[in-house]
C-alpha cells in the first residue's frame, strides 16, 4: 500500500520560487503515474502536471506552462514540483497524487497525499 508524504509548501511573494517534494513509501513509483494537483479556496481540484513514475508521458496544464517543472529522483522513490515566477493565483493547497497513467483526472489518481499550502502574496 503506497503512503505519500509532503513537503515544502510555504509564503512567498509574487515572482519567488517553492520547490516541493513528495516521499513514496510502500512501493516502487516506476509502476506508477506520479501528478501534481491544487485546490484554491471555492474552486475545484486542477491537475498542473503528470508523468510517468519511471519517466515519460510528462504533461503540463496551460497554467503552470514554462514556470512548473516535475521531476523525480527514482533512487529516493520522491518526485518534486519546482515552482518559478509565482503568481498570487498560484495560492492553495498542493496535493502530490499516484494513478495509472499520466493525465489531470483526480478520479483516476489512487494514493494522495496530504497536501500542502502554497500562498502567493502581490
Known amino acids: 500500500h503506497l503512503q505519500l508524504v509532503e513537503s515544502g509548501g510555504g509564503s512567498v511573494q509574487a515572482g519567488g520560487s517553492l520547490r516541493l517534494s513528495c516521499v513514496a513509501s510502500g512501493d516502487s513509483l516506476d509502476h506508477y503515474a506520479i501528478g501534481w494537483f491544487r485546490q484554491a479556496p471555492g474552486k475545484e481540484r486542477e491537475g498542473i502536471t503528470a508523468?510517468?513514475?519511471?519517466?515519460?508521458?510528462?504533461k503540463y496544464a496551460d497554467s503552470v506552462k514554462g514556470r512548473f517543472t516535475l521531476s523525480g529522483d527514482r533512487a529516493k522513490n520522491t518526485f518534486y514540483l519546482q515552482m518559478n515566477s509565482l503568481k498570487p493565483e498560484d495560492t492553495g493547497i498542493y496535493y502530490c497524487?499516484?494513478?495509472?497513467?499520466?493525465?489531470?483526472?483526480?478520479?483516476?489518481?489512487?494514493?494522495w497525499g496530504q497536501g500542502t499550502q502554497v500562498t502567493v502574496s502581490s
Open positions: 497524487a499516484v494513478g495509472d497513467v499520466p493525465n489531470f483526472n483526480a478520479i483516476i489518481y489512487d494514493y
Open positions: 508523468m510517468y513514475g519511471r519517466g515519460g508521458g510528462l
